[in-house]
T-cell receptor, first 111, second 113 residues
Framework: GQNIDQPTEMTATEGAIVQINCTYQTSGFNGLFWYQQHAGEAPTFLSYNVLDGLEEKGRFSSFLSRSKGYSYLLLKELQMKDSASYLCAVIGSGNTGKLIFGQGTTLQVKP | DGGITQSPKYLFRKEGQNVTLSCEQNLNHDAMYWYRQDPGQGLRLIYYSQIVNDFQKGDIAEGYSVSREKKESFPLTVTSAQKNPTAFYLC????????????FGPGTRLTVT
């Protein structure tokens, strides 16, 4: 079957660094997305990885290891507004664009 | 401004009634998607459409129907056959099928009592 695992909840302190992990087992792999979703709102795109390695974009970075079926999202210099859910999603085989989502990780940033 | 709109934001219905959720995009995207989100669960794909006049079932299509008569519109009907319709419904679009970023609408929270 297809499975994507993320921790359900995480807590971190303002100004700190937090790493949100995502492991996946899917039939085929055509890329991995990270989205941010504030409560009751639409998910917004953060990053896309299809090759192994680290992609850096401002305070956010995303890492992928295809051989390990593993990704992480790294958030630096945490701000209160970073309190949200972070969704890991994989595009499997085929060309349908179908995303398979993990359950999401709810991050709470404390002062 | 380009984007995706969903209306209404909140929708209340009685059990046994069909209800249609609207989704409109002016991004000129070919592909559109409907997801359902329940507390503590990830987004689950209901239906998707890669091009106008064509659509495919997702992972949880039972009790739902869609149409794609226009490129910019992809309405979702929640029928009385859907056993647990209360949920947050999200519509998304992308330039095309494949490995493209999906843009999400603001969502419709449907409550059925």
């Amino acid at each position: 079957g297809q499975n994507i695992d993320q921790p359900t909840e995480m807590t971190a302190t303002e100004g700190a660094i937090v790493q949100i992990n995502c492991t996946y087992q899917t039939s085929g792999f055509n890329g991995l997305f990270w989205y941010q979703q504030h409560a009751g709102e639409a998910p917004t795109f953060l990053s896309y990885n299809v090759l192994d390695g680290l992609e850096e974009k401002g305070r956010f970075s995303s890492f992928l290891s295809r051989s390990k079926g593993y990704s992480y999202l790294l958030l630096k210099e945490l701000q209160m507004k970073d309190s949200a859910s972070y969704l890991c999603a994989v595009i499997g085989s085929g060309n349908t664009g179908k995303l398979i989502f993990g359950q999401g990780t709810t991050l709470q940033v404390k002062p | 401004d380009g984007g995706i709109t969903q209306s209404p934001k909140y929708l209340f219905r009685k059990e046994g009634q069909n209800v249609t959720l609207s989704c409109e995009q002016n991004l000129n995207h070919d592909a559109m998607y409907w997801y359902r989100q329940d507390p503590g669960q990830g987004l689950r794909l209901i239906y998707y459409s890669q091009i106008v006049n064509d659509f495919q079932k997702g992972d949880i299509a039972e009790g739902y129907s869609v149409s794609r008569e226009k490129k910019e519109s992809f309405p979702l009907t929640v029928t009385s056959a859907q056993k647990n319709p209360t949920a947050f419904y999200l519509c998304a679009s992308s330039i095309g099928a494949g490995t493209h970023e999906q843009y999400f609408g603001p969502g419709t929270r449907l409550t059925v009592t």
